[in-house]
């Protein structure tokens, strides 16, 4: 059973822009930290975006600047908004709940989306 549901990948141009949303249950929503995942084919799942429930984010460094991610509490969505993409964001994006990080790691909560294709033409 899918308890988090991730909307809004696709085909975008280089320098394009695209618009991640998940969906979940208040009882997986509420007090957790919320994060974006993404796989590329061939690599290790890794970090893109993390917030926690009172909405300090962490971004991998070859984000910082292009992707924002933020939480809507009412509706116990988590979105992330990805600006001036490039070839190599291509990849299936996760959505995660439940995770943590400190000042050096991140680590990934025990739900997980079905996630979403975003890819990236040059």
């Known amino acids: 059973q899918v308890q988090l549901v991730e909307t809004g990948g696709g085909l975008v141009q280089s320098g394009g822009s695209l618009r991640l949303s998940c969906a979940t249950s208040?009882?997986?929503?509420?007090?957790?930290?919320m994060g974006w995942y993404r796989q590329a084919p061939g690599k290790q799942r890794e970090l893109v975006a993390h917030?926690?429930?009172?909405?300090?984010?962490k971004y991998a460094d070859s984000v910082k600047g292009r992707f924002t991610i933020s939480r809507d509490n009412a509706n116990n969505t988590v979105y992330l908004q990805m600006n001036s993409l490039k070839p190599e964001d291509t990849a299936v994006y996760y959505c995660?709940?439940?995770?943590?990080?400190?000042?050096?790691?991140?680590?990934?909560?025990?739900?997980w989306g079905q996630g979403t294709q975003v890819t990236v033409s040059s």
């Open positions: 995660n709940a439940g995770g943590s990080c400190s000042t050096y790691s991140c680590y990934y909560g025990g739900y």
């Open positions: 208040r009882s997986i929503f509420s007090g957790n930290a």
């Open positions: 917030i926690t429930s009172g909405g300090n984010t």
